[in-house]
């Protein structure tokens, strides 16, 4: 699962909008409208204050290789 498909479940598990997740997470609509369709360009930052509204956020992890 990539973060676009987590991030549109996770808003339809808590019947949210597009807009209304927007609004909440102080970002733009086209931006999670981007975000959900996984546009490579996206700004980590902006991910996150997405994310915060579901109590998480991505950060760096060490691979094992």
């Given at each position: 699962m990539n973060i676009g498909e987590y991030l549109r479940e996770k808003r339809?598990?808590?019947?949210?909008?597009?807009?209304?997740?927007?609004?909440?997470?102080?970002?733009?609509?086209?931006f999670v409208r981007e975000l959900e369709q996984n546009k490579p360009t996206v700004q980590m930052d902006k991910v996150n204050q997405v994310l915060a509204l579901f109590g998480e956020e991505l950060?760096?992890?060490?691979?094992?290789?």
């Open positions: 339809k598990l808590y019947h949210i909008s597009q807009i209304e997740l927007a609004e909440r997470a102080g970002v733009g609509v086209r950060q760096p992890v060490k691979i094992k290789l």
